[in-house]
């Protein structure tokens, strides 16, 4: 009689095994996909803190220029008569 069961022992640990391998997989498919969805998100902050750097950038140039600009015409500018 235990000879009989044995067969259906290995069995019933087979399917046990196969479900377990399946919650695996199942299970990391879904943390794959939030890997990749946290990459994403984690790139495209990064290439709006990048815009916003190049953003700065421009407008610090401008400003420097433009107060280069003032500078230099304030050298060049000649002294008004009369001091003032």
């Not at 969805?37 to 984690?42: I, K, M, N, R, T």
């Not at 815009?51 to 002294?79: C, F, S």
Request: hydrophobic share 45%.
């Amino acid at each position: 009689m235990n000879r009989k069961l044995v067969p259906w022992a290995v069995a019933i640990c087979f399917g046990f095994a196969t479900a377990w391998l399946a919650d695996l997989y199942v299970t990391s498919r879904a943390e794959n996909a939030l890997l990749r969805d946290q990459l994403s998100l984690a790139e495209l902050e990064l290439q709006h803190i990048q815009n916003q750097l190049e953003a700065e950038r421009i407008v610090n140039r401008r400003e420097l220029a433009d107060a280069l600009g003032k500078t230099q015409q304030a050298a060049v500018k000649p002294a008004e008569p009369g001091g003032k």
